[in-house]
């Protein structure tokens, strides 16, 4: 069998959060020979899709539970010492622990790369999980070749805590540019969230945000995307109601494949994280030429530009006003956010130009190179 171009491993390929679909974008641009994707949980058919990749072969490890790890572990070490990849790429903590171990357990010299997708605003909002993964990476750090982190702001983050970041690279998340209509003065009516239910993404203060529009814009509908954003869910819709927020100004939509709809079907996008590496909703948002007003959490305030507004974390008055901004500038003033919104991703995160800064520090002397130095 040849040897791998790529091996990357990634905690759960069946998720559809940033990671996931970078990680599903970059494989389906890839033009390595072969690549390999072990998915420590199970891979979604959602992202094979986006993949559409015939060089690209996949491996689920099933490992659902904690104490099915280092059963994957093992199972990842035979796989790194039978296949020989040039290089291992780990996406998020889990994989960069599982990926690190079991490269030290085949017992060769295969440089192993970690891809850090979030940055470090906000510990408390971590899972127990999360936080005992972040601690326990920050020990295997010295281990990787290289870091590639999605945001200045993770990697200055990391390096703080304590994490070993030689070889470090920051590439940003890439986009494909949809086909759009011509722009056309329009008054904003219809506010946008589209972000899992979790405390990280403090939908608290979004929903919070939304009540107190409605004071001054009561024709104002808000929509909700993400898994667990749903009536279905009690602690979202008891979020709604201790927020004052009445249900029929709410659309709760849940977890949606068409994205490409529900950007089309609002006017802003609002973003309420408590903590992010490079939000790629809002990248996604502004391809679809739509202002966005986001908390100031990892790089999405550099990320913006001149797209859109950044306001405080965890504050949902003054989320509050940066919609009512928007809302108040007038449909002239709308489309010029629109326009920059555009731009800013057309100019700084096409797929194309990410895909070869990927291309050229995996394949860099410094990140391959052989690892005498290194006792494995």
Known sequence: MARADVMHVITNFTAHAGAETMLARLLHSSDDTRILVVSLIGISERNLRISANPRVEYVALKATRLTSLANATFKLAKLIKRERPRVVVCWMYHAMIVGTLSALLARGRTPVIWNVRQSLDDWASMTRSSRAAVTMAKWLSWHPTGFIFNSARALRMHTAAG?????????????????????????AKRIGIAARFHPQK????????????????????????????????????????AAGLPRHSVEMLDEIEDMASFYQSIDILALSSRTEGFPNVLAEAMSY????????????????????????????????????????????????????????IEEEYALEVVVRKYADFLNSSKTTADRKSTAM
Not at 163 to 187: D, H, K, M, W
């Open 163 to 187: 994490y070993r970041t030689r070889n470090a690279v920051v590439i940003p998340n890439g986009f494909e540019l949809p086909q759009l209509p011509s722009p056309r003065p329009r008054t």
């Open 202 to 241: 403090d939908h608290l203060t979004f929903f919070s945000a939304a009540a107190l529009l409605l004071q001054a814009h009561p024709e104002l509908t808000f929509v909700a995307a993400g898994s667990g954003l749903s009536w279905q869910n009690p602690a979202a819709t008891q979020m709604i109601s």
């Open 289 to 344: 030429g739509l202002p966005v007003v986001t908390t100031d959490v990892g790089d999405a305030a550099s990320l913006i530009g001149d797209g859109g507004l950044a306001v405080p974390p965890r504050d949902p008055a003054a989320l509050a006003a940066g919609i009512q901004e928007l809302l108040d500038s007038g449909p002239a003033r709308y489309g010029e956010y629109a326009g920059a919104a555009r731009r800013r």
